[in-house]
């Protein structure tokens, strides 16, 4: 009995030792590290990348065919946003901004009646606690506009709120 046991687990020990043993493919660990990390972990504890906030926008279905313009991290994870996509619609309006969350984005459109664009020295900033600003230019009169856009939630609702003025 005693050498059947031992016969046992001398063959647990070199199984685990052939297992500790296996060399790695240090390409496929690439391929696999490249891949954004947004699992249930990694969006409680770390600040997201660009790639990765353009990665959790375009997984959605509905933006399939949408057009990312410019992109920010929401380095603070005010509201659990992970950042602020701006991008265009199939229609050619580019006048849209998706707020980034963990694996989804609430979008808002900026221009309802099509005649406003992102202005050319526009960037878009994200100034902490879910507001980001931008440059609109209205199509028919060439006026540039400030715009400031503030995102909220809480369990029942979200909420925007954007402010534009005249640029001087």
Excluded at 57 to 86: H, M, P, W
Aim: glycine share 4%.
């Amino acid at each position: 009995m005693k050498k059947v046991l031992t016969v046992a687990l001398l063959c647990i020990v070199v199984c685990l030792f052939l297992s500790a043993c296996q060399k790695s493919d240090p390409k496929r660990w690439r391929e696999i590290s490249a891949q954004p990390d947004v699992t249930a972990d990694s969006v409680t504890e770390k600040t997201f990348t660009k790639e990765q906030v353009r990665f959790i926008f375009n997984n959605e279905k509905e933006n399939s065919n949408r057009t990312i313009t410019d992109c920010v991290v929401a380095e603070d994870r005010a509201y659990g946003l992970t950042g602020v996509v701006q991008f265009t619609k199939e229609d050619g309006n580019a006048c849209y901004l998706a707020f980034v969350k963990d694996t989804w984005s609430y979008p808002i459109g900026l221009d309802a009646d099509n005649r406003h664009v992102i202005a050319d020295d526009s960037v878009l900033t994200y100034l902490g606690n879910g507001i980001v600003t931008l440059l609109l230019k209205d199509l028919l009169n060439e006026i540039v506009y400030d715009y400031t856009v503030a995102y909220s939630c809480n369990d029942s609702e979200t909420n925007f709120r954007v402010l534009s003025a005249e640029r001087k």
